[in-house]
């Protein structure tokens, strides 16, 4: 079982940053794929970014288009923690943000489904001020 909370989010200005973090329970987590998710108010949970070790040294990253080049995802294994860096933040982004690991990802390239995601944290709120 794994067990993930997440923190940092806040209230921010437009062009603010903020780096959220999702900390694991669990001695396996750096072999799964975790990805951050976010919901709007009346809006469906939708995908931002993902992370997953490839097996070799690099990381596999995917983002959804509306924060490329926005926010960067990473991985500290030895913290059992996850970031997510966001700058030049928009009043869009203000939802809920929410982390989520897949225990089926070993080496593969990180899925934007949710339905892929095992495990969820409670979210944490972003709210961007215009």
């Known amino acids: 079982q794994v067990q993930l909370v997440e923190s940092g989010g806040g209230l921010v200005q437009a062009g603010g940053s903020l780096r959220l973090s999702c900390t694991a329970s669990?001695?396996?987590?750096?072999?799964?794929?975790v990805g951050w998710f976010r919901q709007a108010p009346g809006k469906e949970r939708e995908f931002v970014a993902a992370?997953?070790?490839?097996?070799?040294?690099?990381?596999?990253?995917n983002y959804a288009d509306s924060v490329k080049g926005r926010f960067t995802i990473s991985r500290d294994n030895a913290k059992n923690t996850v970031y997510l860096q966001m700058n030049s933040l928009k009043p869009e982004d203000t939802a809920v943000y929410y982390c989520?690991?897949?225990?089926?990802?070993?080496?593969?390239?990180?899925?934007?489904?949710?339905?892929?995601?095992?495990?969820w944290g409670q979210g944490t709120q972003v709210t961007v001020s215009s």
């Open positions: 989520a690991a897949d225990a089926n990802s070993r080496g593969k390239y990180p899925s934007a489904s949710r339905s892929d995601y095992d495990y």
């Open positions: 669990g001695r396996i987590f750096n072999r799964y794929a």
């Open positions: 992370i997953n070790w490839s097996g070799g040294s690099v990381n596999y990253v």
